[in-house]
């Protein structure tokens, strides 16, 4: 979101500092109540559908668009596949990903974030044309000067250590890292995930990202969807 050059607008979830042309995305834009009639006493009936109007606009003003939905499993879980709710979102993905590439000339990327590997919709796994594996590794020091004993560890360490095992003294995280693979879609992650086969076409590190945390608030309490 930030490295990206081109002007192209971005639709997230993702709370940002001093990123320009992103726009926080809200449950309206994605799912919206329908009047479809009317009680005896006036009360509106209403059903929801997707909100094909804001992105038909939004396609006009912008062209191509990013849209980026953090903690995706929420919005789209595997475990109520068959809901109403999970139904729409398939609607609105097919929906977005030919907003994202609206003009002849630019192109936008649907983005999908998720900390879990299963619990993400099976229809919104299948759809990825490209699914990326990232694993943080970083050091951890002791706090006391007359220690400084360090190690490694990454977000998938087993039992991390919150305390020096050499001292007892407090620690801090430093020298952050990521770990990227790629694979060309969810079934040759699946095959080196499951298998240990080499099925990603890249493999790099990202160095330096610490700088890039203050531009992001990840304590997003609001629920984009789950009040449908």
């Known amino acids: 979101m930030l490295l990206d050059e081109r002007g192209i607008t971005t639709f997230s979830n993702i709370r940002t500092k001093y990123i320009k042309n992103n726009f926080l995305i809200n449950k309206q834009m994605i799912i919206k109540d329908l009047v479809v009639g009317e009680k005896k006493d006036g009360t509106p009936i209403t059903k929801q559908v997707v ?16 849209v980026v939905i953090d903690e995706a499993h929420t919005v789209m879980s595997s475990r109520r596949s068959m809901s109403k709710q999970n139904i729409l979102i398939s609607e609105w993905l097919s929906m977005i990903r030919r907003v994202v590439g609206s003009t002849g000339s630019e192109h936008g990327t649907l983005t999908l974030i998720s900390q879990t590997d299963g619990r993400l919709d099976v229809n919104a796994r299948i759809m990825c044309l490209e699914v ?51 694979f060309p879609n ?4 699946e095959d080196w995930k499951e298998f240990g086969m080499k099925t990603y076409f890249d493999h790099y590190i990202i160095d330096g990202i610490e700088k890039y945390f203050g531009l992001y608030n990840s304590l997003t309490w609001e629920n984009l969807i789950s009040d449908y």
């Not at 969810?186 to 992650?189: A, D, N, P, S």
Request: charged fraction near 25%; aromatic fraction near 20%; include cysteine.
């Open 186 to 189: 969810i079934r040759r992650y």
């Open 132 to 182: 990326r594996y990232h694993i943080m590794h970083f050091l951890k020091q002791c706090k006391s000067k007359k220690c400084s004993f360090y190690w490694e560890e990454t977000n998938e360490s087993f039992r991390p250590v919150w305390i020096c095992p050499y001292c007892g003294s407090g620690i801090k995280s430093t020298n952050f890292s990521m770990e990227v693979w790629c």
């Open 51 to 66: 909100n094909q109007e804001f992105w038909e606009k939004t396609s006009k003003k912008y062209g191509a668009v990013n």
